[in-house]
């Protein structure tokens, strides 16, 4: 099948799931105890000034129609007035999103990176001591919260070995470059000061290890198995019988096949990365969407949760089908098939 | 059983036939149980969890200060002292012993996974049969299009969502949880259902004349539960850490009550000189999770289809 039929095909499934989502969103945001305006003036408001405000929010009209209302503000990317920032949603969003983004990423790269390196490694000395010491801490991994890895790596490598820094994103003896990107990373480096990219990244280490442990503890699980299930092949055998060099043999008939399972759920490990961003972003003092999302959360700031959740749904949706069109890309068989065979 | 009974000449009477039976699911569960135990880490597993189930259950007379626990307490006196052998894991930071507490813990976690796989997989699991049943229908579209949309955000993040309008307390949370959850469920029943639906059985019912319900809950279930079990002690660890995540955050359960996530949480400000304040509860929380994953998989290897 096609590249772009498909591809349109989930963006218009995509369509309908974002706003069901935005539906609920709204109904969260709206099944909750007080009135907007009054919280959105605070409490030693005159009376007036708040029945204002309620016809101003169309608070007065009935369900559906203050969500159209609220619907087609979201459209425009206006989600509103934050009231912890006091600022627009969309503008702290633009703001605080890139922070998370960049440590998602590259939490993903280091999971990506070491979990299919440890599962390969593991299937190629398959019941060996290398073998047994990767599963059981991928087991571990597995079972273990991502902000008890937080609180581990912050004891161990941050306070009693000293090795990297504990809170943000950047030393307070850098110079902070202008933001382009947001990407502390690039920003430095687009800015020519490579001291301070290098101390971003190092600031990156710790809170990224700390979310990418429990993905990446999986996908060696997954990279395992589906490498030791290719490995007793016929066309491994034959592959090595018609005298194919092993290294040539591991990489392209081995490897290429067995990746397949393990990046199609790289996906949900990206998605599982920017929600456990919430509580590990707290942790490292990280000033990202998750951080803002929180306090949001705490102080009931109802346009920055909703804004902030429909944010991350059209991230995980959209992630989900470009690994889906990689997917299909590695293996021909698969084709690109509608979202629901899966 | 059936081989068994091709060999007894003639007609069986009842009593034969219910010692048949009888002999067969002893068999049954005597091959259950080798499948099982064939992997020491499912022995391992179930152990741990019956051994903190006991702990939870009995905390009161097992803890060496119930109290601490359980009344508002104080003692500054011996305020964040290390582990010793008096405060097996130390003491907090207004005197409360940290083992007495975590040990209280498990009561939270434990109830909060057994609540909500409670509310959660049977309403997971009858919309699963149901869509999965009429698949293809108006009634699966409709059910299968709403799970989608829960099952778009990551479910820590709804929950979250879900928690913070309401009063931070340990019933919201399980029903915060319980709302994002039940669509996994049904998405698992949903795949095994409309792959039961074409089988012979199911047309030889239809064809009987069967009740709907009858096909639903008698034909296609009892063959739909062995993932929806493994799947249930899987979700059990999940469930726990979603729990305690909510409860890190401080939209679970309420100090002074010990959660174990409220304990981390607490106990985080005191990094990194006061360690085993919040390092116990955290540890708690893994060992907890590992065992019912290695119970898990132990069900998965009781259930999983004969191997030759």
């Avoid at chain 2, 660890?237 to 409860?247: D, E, K, N, P």
């Amino acid at each position: 099948m096609k590249l772009l039929p498909f591809v349109s095909r989930r963006l218009f499934h995509a369509i309908f799931v974002l706003l069901g989502l935005s539906m609920v969103i709204f109904l969260i945001a709206r099944v909750m105890p007080g009135d907007p305006a009054r919280v959105a003036v605070g409490a030693r408001a005159e009376d007036w000034v708040v029945d204002n405000l309620r016809e101003q929010m169309h608070l007065n009209e009935p369900l559906p129609v203050q969500y159209a209302y609220w619907l087609a503000d979201a459209l425009q990317g206006d989600f509103g007035i934050s009231l912890v920032t006091r600022r627009g949603v969309a503008e702290d969003i633009k703001e605080f999103f890139p922070a998370s983004l960049e440590l998602a990423l590259f939490s993903l790269v280091i999971t990506a990176g070491l979990g299919i390196g440890l599962g390969a490694l593991s299937a190629h000395h398959k019941d060996k001591l290398v073998d047994n010491v990767v599963r059981v801490v991928s087991y571990m991994g597995v079972v273990t919260p991502s902000f008890v890895f937080a609180i581990l790596f912050l004891l161990l490598f941050g306070f009693v070995l000293d090795l990297f820094p504990t809170i943000g994103r950047l030393s307070e003896d850098m110079t902070r470059p202008p933001t382009v990107t947001g990407f502390m990373t690039i920003d430095t480096l687009l800015a020519g000061d490579i001291p301070a990219f290098f101390d971003s990244v190092h600031h990156l280490i710790l809170p990224a290890m700390a979310l990418a442990m429990g993905s990446m503890a999986q996908e060696a699980r997954i990279t395992r198995a589906s490498m030791s299930e290719n490995l007793s092949k016929d066309y491994i055998a034959a592959g090595r019988a018609f005298g194919v060099p092993e290294s040539k043999v591991t990489r392209s008939f081995l490897l290429k096949p067995s990746l397949i399972a393990t990046i199609s759920i790289l996906g949900l490990d990206f998605a599982a990365g920017l929600s456990n961003a919430f509580l590990v972003e707290l942790i490292f003092v990280w000033p990202g969407l998750s951080r803002y999302g929180m306090n949001a959360i705490l102080r009931k700031d109802l346009n920055a949760i909703s804004a902030v959740i429909l944010v991350l749904g059209v991230v995980f949706i959209v992630v989900n089908i470009i690994v889906d069109v990689i997917v299909g890309r590695l293996d021909p068989r698969i084709g690109l098939r509608s979202a629901r065979s899966d | 059983m059936a081989e068994q009974a091709v060999d007894l000449p003639g007609t069986i009477t009842d009593e034969e036939l219910k010692r048949l039976r009888r002999d067969s699911r002893r068999e049954n569960l005597g091959r259950a149980w080798y499948k099982f135990s064939r992997n020491p880490l499912s022995i391992v597993g179930a152990v741990t969890i019956l051994i903190i189930l006991l702990l939870a259950i009995f905390a009161p007379y097992v803890v060496p200060y119930p109290d601490h626990a359980t009344k508002p307490f104080t003692d500054f006196a011996n305020a964040s002292l290390p582990p010793s052998s008096e405060y097996y894991f130390g003491t907090d930071e207004i005197g409360r012993d940290v083992f007495s507490r975590t040990i209280y813990g498990f009561r939270f976690s434990i109830t909060m996974g057994l609540i909500v796989l409670t509310l959660v997989v049977p309403v997971g699991v009858f919309l699963g049969l149901v869509a999965g049943y009429y698949q293809g229908s108006r009634v699966d579209t409709f059910i299968m299009r709403i799970t989608d949309i829960f099952l778009a955000v990551p479910p820590l993040i709804l929950a979250l969502a879900i928690a913070s309008v309401l009063e931070p307390n340990l019933t919201h949370s399980m029903l915060a949880v319980s709302l994002m959850w039940w669509p996994w469920y049904t998405r698992l029943v949903y795949g095994l259902a409309s792959a039961q639906r074409n089988e012979f059985y199911v047309s030889s019912a239809e064809i009987t004349g069967a009740s709907t319900s009858h096909i639903l809950f008698r034909e296609i279930l009892p063959n739909t539960l062995s993932p929806i079990f493994t799947k249930m002690s899987l979700d059990m660890g999940w469930v726990i850490i979603i729990g305690a995540s909510l409860s890190f955050v401080g939209l679970g359960v309420q100090p002074p009550k010990p959660g174990l996530g409220t304990m981390v949480a607490s106990g985080a400000k005191f990094l990194p000189d006061q360690w085993w304040i919040s390092l116990f509860p955290a540890l708690a929380i893994v060992v907890l999770v590992l065992g019912f994953n290695l119970l898990g998989d132990g069900l998965r290897d009781m259930f999983a289809a004969e191997e030759v």
